[in-house]
């Protein structure tokens, strides 16, 4: 697909009921929307990765970026030498990647960087088998986020990695499904707020003693003590005055083990249950809690259109069984299940009804929404929205439609439920939750 224009603001939008200051967003447990927005559709690298580099290569001072993965292909080189170039030209560059998800390039990504000035910093490293046997390492940085001065941002569920290329089936002719946003406005605050806060997550072992010590040997600790918090985002921002007409574009959300645990969820339950007409859901890994189950039923039963696109060339056969497990309550309900079949599926994104839609990082599954970080743009906006359903559509247009659950009765079904309900516990509780799902 081409490169969508930028979808604008709407002056007549209704007004946010979120405070519209730097910081407020994370007070709330509900998305706070902003206004005076763009926001293009991409898809795939093949379009997120050249929009990314050129973004970069106008850089003027600083540039953020967050990733699961960053592979050691070609594509990948394409963005990390874009990020060197940056750096030497004098833009500080500050790369995240998390331990786990990035461990196969983790040796050559840091000799791509080394000494070139690219800070990279990596969440949760699992350097040493004793890694494994510390708090918190299930809940790994999933989130996908690039932002260039502070001015323009890209979000979604893309990692650094060519389409083409799978960590464990190697290169395929088909690329993944999956989408990203290119956004511009206000509501890139926040999430240029997530990065950086990610960033001192990842290096409060190295940088925190040193600022530290820098900190100690202020002339005015106070005041000094004051702006590390601020740039670590521990102090809430003063707000300005709002306007009494603000109208409503864009909201970022995230899911982390802070605040926001369960805001992506809430948010995109609220959508499905708000739903008038159709629901669309695309998600590579399913397996909802019951909350989000019930509001999908009761979606269909009372006649809006559900339909669900799920992976159908499976990467792991334990996700594939997960959402097998689910098909028949949903069939019966009315739901429309669809199994995406030309390539593998990485994209999680939902409309509802004609203006709302989100796209982003999060899947439907307990690792999603309640355990790593996670970070969604949701849209407002009848453009944007029928871009991504125009999208969903065409993908579904070349799915195999599933009329019959493949576990519906017997043993098999019964053990098949039991299985992934068990492993779903335990590994929440190995993980450190206590939270229902």
């Known amino acids: 697909m081409a490169v969508q224009p930028a979808a604008s603001v709407s002056d007549d939008e209704p007004a946010s009921d979120g405070f519209q200051f730097p910081g407020a967003w994370y007070t709330q ?33 600083e540039v953020w970026l967050a990733t699961y993965i960053f592979h050691d292909d070609p594509a990948s080189e394409a963005v990390a030498k874009a990020l060197i170039a940056a750096a030497r030209r004098g833009v500080r560059v500050r790369v995240v990647v998390d331990g786990f998800g990035s461990s196969h390039s983790l040796t050559t990504v840091k000799r791509w960087f080394g000494d070139k000035g690219v800070d990279l910093a990596v969440f949760r490293p699992l350097t040493r088998w004793w890694n494994w046997l510390q708090p918190g390492q299930l809940r790994r940085l ?70 530290t010590l820098q900190l100690a040997r202020s002339a005015e600790p106070v005041r000094a003590a004051r702006k590390l918090l601020r740039r670590m985002h521990l102090l809430p921002a003063t707000p300005p005055p709002l ?33 008038n007409v159709r629901v669309q859901l695309v998600t590579p890994y399913f397996y909802p809690g019951r909350s989000f189950r019930r509001a999908l039923i009761k979606a269909a039963r009372r006649g809006v259109q559900v339909r669900l696109l799920l992976q159908g060339k499976l990467d792991y056969r ?8 689910m098909y028949d309550e949903l069939l019966t309900a009315g ?48 453009g944007f929205a029928a871009a991504l359903s125009e999208e969903l559509d065409q993908a579904m247009a070349v799915s195999s439609r599933i009329l019959v659950a493949p576990l519906r009765t017997g ?5 098949g439920r039991g299985l992934v309900a068990w492993l779903a516990h335990w590994y929440l509780r190995l993980a450190g939750s206590s939270e229902k799902y």
């Open 29 to 61: 447990s509900r998305p706070v929307f902003l206004s005076g927005n763009e926001a293009a559709l991409l898809r795939g690298g093949d379009e997120l990765f050249p929009a990314m580099v050129r973004a970069i290569e106008q850089a003027l001072h």
């Open 142 to 211: 999933h989130q996908k986020l690039c932002v260039v001065d502070g001015t323009r941002a890209f979000v979604g569920g893309i990692n650094v990695i060519d389409d083409r290329n799978d960590l464990h089936h190697g290169f395929s002719d088909a690329p993944r499904l999956d989408f990203a946003v290119a956004l511009h406005g206000p509501v890139v605050a926040p999430i240029e707020q997530t990065v950086r806060a990610v960033w001192t997550r990842a290096t409060f072992g190295r940088d925190w003693r040193k600022e």
């Open 243 to 275: 306007a009494d007409d603000t109208p409503v574009v864009a909201a970022f959300v995230v899911r982390d083990n802070l605040r926001q645990r369960r805001t992506i969820e809430r948010c995109m339950i609220d959508a499905i249950r708000m739903a």
């Open 318 to 325: 334990l996700a594939g069984l997960a959402a097998r497990v």
């Open 335 to 382: 739901v429309e299940v669809y199994e995406y079949i030309p390539a593998f599926l990485h994209a999680k994104a939902a409309v509802a009804d004609d203006e709302w839609a989100t796209v982003g990082s999060s899947n439907v599954d307990p690792l999603s929404l309640l355990l790593n970080l996670e970070a969604n743009i949701v849209v407002r906006n009848t």
């Open 411 to 415: 043993l098999g079904a019964m053990l």
